[in-house]
């Protein structure tokens, strides 16, 4: 009798030491956040420096295989959100509140954890970085445009100028509480997707555009294209995070939270169509193959409007910043007090996110390569958590019918992603190389 009430009480304790902890950790803090939270945290995850180079993108790939990858990625994209949001409450009675627990009940636990969380953690540490610097470098475009006489500065101060921001505002426990700022971020990246194809309309088409494959050589043109496949796969990011942000919404077995989550889902899609095509279109329309791998830095003049939508860019990546590190956040401090027996307290926090930050950072500072970074990192790491990755957990769980219109389209969407995946690291990777050949570090 006593062994039986040890039990229970040694039951009743772990219950109560888990349920602190999850109210304490960032992704099970918070349930009360509204719908409408979920569609300005799904453009902020979604449209993010991508958007800036996706009429570079559009160079590399020309228009007729440049149109169709857009439009194709736009719906597979989409098509694969929805499957996670329905697969975030599959369980009756249980929520997979993380990528990775969603992926543990799809191939087992321990295999789940080696197929999820690595690729996982590559998507949002290399957005963080990715993000890092397009921050600095906008932030740089902005001090040039204001100030053309000024002394010019390395881009590694705005980096740093960039990521002290970021030394504060890690410290919001959850996703909620970052709710302001991810309302911030995605108006502007509506405003400055705006003013990127206004004023290129503006601008007007240039006298000397080109539309033909910039590279002189084949190989070129070809490393040039997988390259591009990268960037719009870098473009369409934001899976990585939709089931955190569905954790954050309340859930009752007469009202689940994939209803209220679509529906922000597809405002945001909404959103992320009238962001991303416009300026990819428009964009390439105007500057042809010269355009450079940030439209903004194409566009001169007029010169108070490219300063305030360098501005917008840089506010836009705060917020994305902060929707990327949440997961890792969550990660880090989850190992940390499950595994090696942290006490779950404020300086805990304060040493693992500026840690977390400090290295982004120095990565940020060492890597300033934009257009390589997006295809490699777009290829490599996003490309299988997007494309196909939710449709192989789809085919593990529901099991549809062989060759059945679900069974099809998952396997579609499979091929794409693998195309992805194999592809465009090789573009990526050269154009990095031929960056750091290039770049100054000390100008």
């Not at 439009?71 to 009756?92: A, R």
């Not at 010169?303 to 994305?320: E, K, S, T, Y």
Request: glycine content about 8%.
């Amino acid at each position: 009798m006593c062994y039986d009430e040890t039990n229970t009480q040694i039951d009743e304790r772990l219950a109560k030491q888990k349920k602190a902890i999850d109210g304490w950790l960032p992704i099970t803090s918070s349930r009360n956040a509204k719908w409408w939270y979920s569609a300005f945290h799904n453009v902020t995850a979604t449209v993010g420096a991508g958007v800036l180079g996706l009429p570079y993108a559009m160079a590399q790939l020309g228009w007729g295989p440049g149109v169709a990858i857009l439009v194709l990625s736009w719906v597979i994209t989409l098509y694969t959100l929805w499957q996670m949001v329905e697969m975030h409450e599959m369980v009756p009675g249980r929520r997979f509140d993380r990528y990775h627990e969603l992926g543990q009940y799809a191939f087992g636990e321990k295999l789940g954890l080696y197929i999820v969380v690595p690729q996982q953690l590559i998507v949002e540490v290399a957005a963080c970085i990715v993000f890092m610097v397009t921050g600095g470098k906008s932030l740089k475009k902005f001090h040039d445009t204001v100030c053309s006489t000024c002394k010019d500065i390395k881009l590694t101060y705005f980096i740093m100028i960039f990521a002290s921001v970021h030394f504060v505002l890690s410290h919001l426990p959850n996703f909620n509480s970052i709710s302001g700022v991810s309302l911030a971020a995605a108006a502007m990246s509506l405003s400055y997707s705006t003013i990127a194809w206004g004023a290129s309309i503006h601008k007007g088409v240039q006298a000397d555009v080109q539309y033909g494959y910039k590279a002189e050589t084949a190989s070129g043109t070809v490393f040039n294209f997988f390259s591009a496949l990268g960037d719009v796969a870098f473009a369409y990011a934001g899976h990585n995070v939709v089931l955190e942000i569905q954790a954050t919404i309340p859930s009752t077995p007469e009202k689940p939270s994939k209803g209220l989550m679509w529906r922000g889902v597809v405002v945001a899609y909404i959103v992320v169509a009238f962001c991303y095509f416009p300026v990819a279109l428009i964009g390439y329309r105007i500057f042809g193959n010269s355009v450079e791998d940030n439209i903004l830095i194409s566009l001169e003049k007029p010169a108070w409007l490219i300063g305030m939508a360098n501005i917008f860019v840089v506010i836009h990546v705060i917020g994305g910043y902060q929707i990327y590190a949440m997961p890792v956040f969550d990660m880090m401090e989850t190992v940390l007090v499950t595994k090696l027996n942290f006490s779950p307290t404020r300086l805990l926090r304060f040493v693992v996110r500026n840690v977390y930050v400090g290295f982004t950072m120095f990565i940020a500072i060492t890597f300033p390569f934009f257009g390589g970074l997006l295809a490699f990192f777009g290829g490599f790491a996003l490309a299988p958590t997007t494309y196909f990755l939710p449709c192989i957990m789809w085919l593990a769980i529901y099991k549809p019918r062989k060759y059945s219109l679900s069974w099809w389209t998952n396997w579609f969407c499979i091929i794409c992603g693998l195309c992805l995946i194999i592809l465009s690291p090789i573009g990526g990777l050269r154009q990095i190389i031929l960056s750091a050949k290039t770049y100054e570090f000390y100008s």
